[in-house]
């Protein structure tokens, strides 16, 4: 499936009712220790139970993708399958506080496709020095990012970057659908990357 020449990066977007900027979680059973590999490669989906439990300590949920979570609702599941996208989905039982229980279905949700997409001759970006000898490129910054030709999918995890990125299509189908908790940064020439930026250097 086509997915057009526009590609946006997925950010969190917390703030609105029933999407907390952070809550505590208590799994059951207990989610593997696995996230150390979560940002080079795909997650093995047999290292996962079938189904898990969660105590989410907050009074109210009802976002659509909680990115930093892993937690998807059935609305951002079912349109992730009409577009084609390659995921994991485990269903999860949420319990908040009080007894409650949101209105959504909920489910883990891990990306499974891992794709390069920057277009090395035209771009303008400074590797990290530590990166040599490693499986995985590390980038100190990326002045200029052009895309690769021949990107067809509609959301997967940009190894450059190690953060979701979407095309066109996918931003324009979670518009219609209105599903929240999640906004879109244009990945165009405005766009530029630090990998110091966020550090307190003082």
């Known amino acids: 499936m086509k997915s057009g020449d526009e590609f946006f990066i997925v950010n969190s977007a917390p703030g609105e009712p029933g ?3 952070f809550f505590d979680k208590d799994w059951m059973p207990d989610l593997p220790d696995c996230f150390a590999d979560f940002y080079t490669s795909p997650l093995d ?3 996962f139970s079938g189904r ?3 105590r989410a300590k907050t009074y109210q949920l009802n976002g659509d993708f909680f990115i930093d979570d892993h937690l998807a609702s059935r609305q951002m599941c079912d349109m992730c399958a009409r577009l084609g996208v390659d995921y994991i989905q485990i269903p999860v039982d949420v319990s908040l506080y009080r007894g409650k229980v949101p209105e959504k279905k909920y489910f883990l949700f891990f990306l499974k496709k891992y794709i390069s997409i920057l277009d090395a001759d035209k771009s303008i970006y400074t590797i990290c020095s530590d990166s040599e000898g490693l ?3 590390y980038y100190d910054s990326i002045d200029l990012f052009k895309i690769r030709g021949g990107v067809v ?3 997967f995890f ?3 970057l190690m953060m979701p990125v979407c095309s066109g ?3 324009d189908e979670c518009e219609k ?3 929240t908790g999640f906004a879109f940064q244009p990945l165009d020439d405005t766009y530029r990357y630090s990998a110091w930026e966020d550090l307190d250097l003082a």
């Open 177 to 179: 659908l209105g599903l």
């Open 158 to 160: 940009c190894k450059e």
């Open 52 to 54: 898990y439990a969660l």
């Open 135 to 137: 499986e995985h490129t």
């Open 169 to 171: 299509l996918f931003k």
């Open 153 to 155: 999918d509609n959301l």
């Open 19 to 21: 999407v907390p900027y």
């Open 45 to 47: 989906e047999s290292m």
